[in-house]
């Protein structure tokens, strides 16, 4: 599992060390200098001779960046430092020149010739400008004209610079994700100490690429901020049926889905919960499903935790009220129920956390904006964190929003952060298969849901590290149907609980 702490945590780490004198930021260049070394190995088979272009801010992270630069340049590479501020920090600048690094300044406007030269030019460049200490608005001032030319430069297909982001790509929203400007985009990102939030929470996870951690020996007290399990953490959290358990151990999922317009979307979460590895799945509904599924019961009994919503049309007051009933009995019989889709606008005031919600954006401002907040689509992407928080909040349930990377937001600080699918997951249906392995899960791990309300939330991030695994093993690297990522998720789940996976 990656864990991430806020920037006041990170800060209050290095306290302690920066007053008896431990030299955090050698130690950061140090590791930032050792990783853009490898990256340029592997990129070009030498080191030596290559040209690194260096994004320097007025604070500590153009420092680490200034002394990595340093390093780099006794190493052989040639080194410009764009610097952005009157003052760099003074050490780190000095220890550049002595190095043989070149220094350019950067005016506010148009860049000068030699400017763009050395962004032309590069082999590499590090982005200093931003770290821990932005605050938000995005990257202001001289940094903020360097941000589009280094991204035409990237979309040089194959010809670009690598770009690597010192602790952060510069001017994320730290602690929320949230990329109020226009921000680097990185191939890798070097961070120091501990992971931030900003590392996994969507828009800013976007910039990040592959992500590095150096070590420089802080100790993390206090809770974490925002998860992401990787998949070893699948062996812990899967439900795994034991040698003596028969179906009804293993957990039925009811599943109240689909309607005239939408049939579809029955046959696909029934999929997901089948494929998932449940004991039994009872259908409510008149779509085809026990034709498409012939181990599907259909009609009503016993169930261990419900999925409702999925293709559920607003008129269909069958369905609607069966539905109801399900978000009912979370609350008096204690089952989790997934609410999915059409099923959204049927919670009462105030749900238990076993009451999962799986809205996509748009699905998410209009919950939002049926309780009382002005919220729409853009403002939940801009935003996925703070608003899936929001919902969580305002009903009690544990939030699952959907989108390129998953975040949930579940009671006291349990949250997560999942982005394990390719682009081409997003096709119509996916969200249906997504709902019905989430309901597996919950079915099967129901005893425990109902001591631990914060299992919900590992759970619905397990489901949709699953889902989005399951997306790439159905089609490495192309086109997806919802069907065929049901199809991938048995297989998906053999290989991580095998230790097969990645
Ligand atoms: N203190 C240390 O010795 C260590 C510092 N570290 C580095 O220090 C960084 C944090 O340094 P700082 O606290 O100096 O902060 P930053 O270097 O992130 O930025 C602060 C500077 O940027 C300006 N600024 C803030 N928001 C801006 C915006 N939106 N547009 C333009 N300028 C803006 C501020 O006025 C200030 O001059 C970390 O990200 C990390 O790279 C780490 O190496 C760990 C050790
Ligand atoms: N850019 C993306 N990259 C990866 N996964 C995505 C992306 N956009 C959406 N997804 C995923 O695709 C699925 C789409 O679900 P949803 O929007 O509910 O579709 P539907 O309602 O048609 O089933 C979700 O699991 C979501 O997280
Ligand atoms: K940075």
Redesign the pocket.
């Known amino acids: 599992m990656l864990l991430t702490w806020d920037a006041a945590a990170v800060?209050a780490a290095?306290e302690p060390l920066?007053r008896d004198g431990a030299p955090?930021?050698a130690?950061?260049?140090t590791g930032l200098a050792h990783h853009v070394a490898r990256l340029l190995r592997g990129a070009r088979g030498a080191v030596r001779g290559a040209h690194a272009v260096l994004l320097v801010?007025?604070?500590?992270?153009?420092?680490?960046?200034l002394h990595a630069g340093a390093l780099l340049a006794r190493r052989g590479v040639r080194v410009t430092a764009l610097t952005?501020?009157a003052h760099p920090h003074a050490e780190g600048l000095a220890a550049l020149r002595t190095a043989g690094g070149r220094v350019l300044p950067v005016p506010d406007g148009d860049l000068p010739a030699p400017v763009r030269d050395a962004l032309d030019g590069a082999d590499v460049v590090l982005d200093?400008?931003?770290?821990?200490?932005?605050?938000?608005?995005?990257?202001?001032?001289p940094?903020?004209g360097l941000v589009a030319p280094l991204a035409d430069l990237r979309g040089r297909a194959g010809a670009g610079p690598l770009v690597v982001a010192?602790?952060?790509p510069?001017?994320v929203g730290v602690d929320d994700g949230t990329c109020?400007?226009p921000v680097p985009v990185a191939d890798v990102t070097v961070t120091?100490?501990a992971p931030q939030p900003a590392h996994v929470l969507p828009p800013a996870a976007g910039a990040v690429g592959d992500l590095v951690v150096v070590d420089?020996g802080l100790d993390l007290a206090g809770p974490p901020a925002v998860a992401r399990l990787e998949a070893a953490d699948v062996v812990d959290l899967w439900p795994v049926p034991s040698a003596s358990g028969h179906k009804y151990v293993r957990g039925v999922v009811g599943v109240v889905a689909g309607s005239a317009a939408y049939p579809g979307a029955a046959v696909l979460a029934t999929s997901g919960a089948l494929r998932a590895g449940v004991g039994m799945v009872r259908y409510l509904g008149d779509a085809p499903v026990v034709a498409a599924h012939p181990e599907v019961v259909a009609g009503p009994g016993r169930v261990q935790a419900w999925v409702v919503g999925p293709g559920v049309g607003p008129d269909d007051d069958v369905q609607r009220s069966r539905a109801r009933d399900a978000v009912a009995r979370a609350g008096s019989h204690g089952e989790p129920v997934v609410v999915d889709a059409g099923a959204l606008d049927l919670l009462p005031p105030h749900v238990p956390p076993h009451v999962v919600l799986t809205p996509h954006a748009g699905e998410l401002a209009t919950l939002l904006t049926a309780r009382g907040a002005a919220v729409s689509r853009a403002d939940v992407e801009a935003s996925p964190w703070e608003h899936a928080r929001r919902a969580h909040e305002a009903t009690g349930a544990t939030v699952l929003l959907k989108g390129p990377v998953t975040v949930v937001v579940g009671p006291h600080g349990a949250a997560y952060a999942q982005a394990d699918g390719p682009p081409w997951l997003a096709t119509a249906g996916a969200g249906d298969v997504l709902a019905g392995v989430l309901g597996a899960v919950l079915a099967g791990r129901a005893a425990d849901v109902a001591a631990d309300p914060t299992l919900p939330a590992a759970l619905a991030a397990l489901a949709a590290l699953v889902h989005g695994r399951a997306a790439h093993a159905a089609n490495p690297g192309g086109p997806v149907t919802a069907s065929a990522v049901a199809d991938a998720v048995p297989a998906t789940v053999a290989a991580l609980l095998g230790g097969t996976a990645r």
């Open positions: 800060r290095e920066l955090l930021m130690r950061a260049a801010g007025g604070g500590n992270n153009g420092g680490d960046t952005t501020v200093g400008l931003l770290g821990l200490g932005a605050r938000r608005g995005g990257v202001r001032g940094g903020a010192v602790d952060l510069s001017g109020a400007g120091f100490g420089i």
